[in-house]
């Protein structure tokens, strides 16, 4: 098992000796590295047991140090930059000669971000290169908002594991692309589109390329959970299985009478709370008890679409 501290010296020397470190940001856990050194980002890749046509985010400190890992930064990247950096923003820019193509898997564009957690600020301000860091999951299954969470699933493939608490937002970032001068949103997250809407005016959202390897986070059965998980009216569903337990995640009302274990994500509505409490939900729920896990889809507004957007995948 990884050690879990928050030693920022000991994960420096870590990740100037080329090694990986369990990092804190205030979307989920990352598994981080040096993205500017490929035999760093194929341990990330094996550690993961990751596809290599599935890139990377750099994580960086400052919009001055972004600048260098990209060719350009459009207009509108800028005023979303300004409006949510440090912050669950990702944008996808036309990559400089800096960054490895093992980073992007050969695509010409890379994702940047400059995350919120006041930990994962002063790792990366402190290091002379950006972090590629993924989720800190092995490939396909629910992100880490914990330390522990990372210690229990990649716990024997590091050392350490910086300890910032639990995830503030718990959704991974928002990625954002450009075609030409329209954004175009591939991944939702931890933004919600009415804010960027709002910067910006007019948006595409494609995230629904499930076979496409321009935006293979967008797989379709990401976010799963080991057992079957399925989407729908939780009371009709519930009576379709017979001698089967039942684990429930409910958006606010409480279900405890038709199942073995249950989880509400936000008792008052609230879709900030419901995000933040997704994935712990997910792990939770995903028990040896249990047989099924039955869950709901939330308002389709806010954070909401992204949660129906993970509950969708989890229930592939
Ligand atoms: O909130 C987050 O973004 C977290 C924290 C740790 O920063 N990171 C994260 O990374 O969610 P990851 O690797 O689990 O998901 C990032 C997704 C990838 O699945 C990939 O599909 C997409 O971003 N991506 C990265 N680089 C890309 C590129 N050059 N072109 C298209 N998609 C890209
Ligand atoms: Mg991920």
């Known amino acids: 098992m990884a050690q879990i501290g928050t030693d920022i010296d000991l994960a420096i020397s870590l990740l100037e000796s080329d090694e990986?470190?369990?990092?804190?940001?205030?979307?989920?856990?990352?598994?981080?590295?040096?993205?500017?050194?490929?035999?760093?980002?194929?341990?990330?890749?094996?550690?993961?047991?990751?596809?290599?046509?599935?890139?990377m985010i750099a994580h960086a400190s400052s919009v001055d140090s972004v600048a260098r890992l990209v060719k350009n930064i459009p207009d509108k990247a800028f005023t979303l930059a300004e409006a949510f950096w440090p912050g669950p923003l990702t944008l996808l820019l036309e990559k400089s000669d800096k960054i490895p193509d093992l980073l992007t898997s050969g695509l010409p564009r890379v994702a940047v971000r400059i995350p919120g957690h006041p930990t994962a600020l002063k790792l990366l301000e402190r290091l002379e290169f950006p972090l590629a860091a993924p989720s800190a999951n092995p490939f396909g299954y629910v992100s880490p908002v914990e330390a522990s969470h990372v210690n229990e699933q990649l716990g024997h493939k590091i050392e350490y594991i910086i300890d910032g608490g639990r995830c503030q937002i718990g959704l991974e970032s928002t990625i954002i692309g450009f075609d030409g001068d329209q954004p175009v949103v591939h991944r939702l997250g931890g933004i919600a589109i009415e804010s960027i809407r709002e910067l910006v005016g007019d948006l595409r959202i494609e995230t629904n390329n499930s076979s496409n390897p321009l935006a293979p986070g967008m797989l379709k059965s990401h976010y799963s959970p080991g057992r079957k998980l399925i989407l729908g009216d939780i009371e009709q569903k519930a009576a379709e299985q017979i001698n089967k337990k039942l684990a429930v995640i409910s958006f606010k009302q409480d279900y405890t009478h038709i199942s073995t274990k249950s989880f509400v994500l936000s008792p008052t509505g609230n879709l900030e709370e419901a995000a933040n409490n997704l994935f712990k939900a997910l792990r939770q729920m995903d028990d040896p008890e249990v047989d099924i896990i039955l869950s709901e889809k939330v308002p389709n507004e806010g954070l909401g679409l992204a949660i129906n957007d993970r509950l969708k995948r989890a229930a592939v």
């Open 20 to 55: 990986l470190v369990g990092i804190p940001t205030e979307t989920v856990y990352g598994l981080a590295g040096n993205a500017l050194d490929e035999s760093v980002i194929l341990k990330i890749y094996k550690a993961k047991n990751r596809p290599k046509f599935d890139p």
